[in-house]
């Protein structure tokens, strides 16, 4: 059974930075594109960053403005956002997720909580 | 970059059909086969319904369908039940490693 349980989360000052951890297990991880995905409380779905299962392919939206970094290490079937500069903006739900390489997200994690407040 | 555009809500009758549409550009819906669409139940992670405009996953209901014409994808459910009331979502890929998602769908099943 795929498992995705996201970390890192919680409550960070505006312009501050955050980094999100997803642990994987359950499937062969280093075969695999992940992505990061956010949803703002009681909005829709927003796709933040993908990267492919060798770190060869790597996008982001283009709302971030370039302060987001995504990274992985396949050793420790391990994802990773850093956050930089966070704003009001970056409220929401990250998810962590599997993908099938940038075509369609097969797996979903929990999500960890992001909440950017003075 | 821009979001999908899709319907904020739609509804239908039990045992009834209702086509959600998802509007893009050249530049995802209509340049890719690589639609997606996605249920949300509320407080749950999403769960994917189509893949490659008209893929079912393994254990998806053959109720579910999509289909693609032009810029604009579709997802049908048919013979609606009470469980299939949630939020949809649809997703293209968008060339130069960028993904994209529909503004979402409220289905209402009444």
């Known amino acids: 059974e795929v498992q995705l349980v996201e970390s890192g989360g919680g409550l960070e000052q505006p312009g501050r930075s955050l980094r999100l951890s997803c642990a994987a297990s359950?499937?062969?991880?280093?075969?695999?594109?992940m992505h990061w995905v956010r949803q703002a409380p009681g909005k829709g779905l927003e796709w933040v960053s993908g990267?492919?299962?060798?770190?060869?392919?790597?996008g982001y939206a283009d709302s971030l403005r370039g302060r987001f970094t995504i990274s992985r290490d396949n050793a420790k079937k391990s994802l990773f956002l850093q956050m930089n500069s966070l704003s009001a903006e970056d409220t929401a739900l990250y998810y962590c997720?599997?993908?099938?390489?940038?075509?369609?997200?097969?797996?979903w994690g929990q999500g960890t909580l992001v909440a950017v407040s003075s | 970059q821009s979001a999908l555009t899709q319907p904020p809500s739609a509804s239908g009758s039990p045992g009834q059909s209702v086509t959600i549409s998802c509007t893009g550009t050249?530049?995802?819906?209509?340049?890719?086969?690589?639609v997606s669409w996605y249920q949300q139940h509320p407080g749950k992670a999403p769960k994917l319904m189509i893949y490659?405009?008209?893929q079912r996953p393994s254990g998806v209901p053959d109720r579910f369908s999509g289909s693609k014409s032009g810029n604009t994808a579709s997802l049908t459910v048919s013979g609606l039940q009470a469980e299939d009331e949630a939020d949809y979502y649809c997703?293209?890929?968008?060339?130069?490693?960028?993904?994209?998602f529909g503004g979402g769908t409220k289905l209402t099943v009444l």
């Open positions: 997720a599997k993908g099938v390489s940038f075509s369609h997200i097969a797996s």
């Open positions: 359950g499937f062969s991880f280093g075969d695999y594109a």
């Open positions: 990267i492919s299962w060798n770190s060869g392919r790597i």
């Open positions: 050249s530049s995802d819906v209509g340049g890719y086969k690589y």
């Open positions: 490659e405009v008209s």
């Open positions: 997703s293209s890929f968008a060339g130069s490693d960028k993904v994209v």
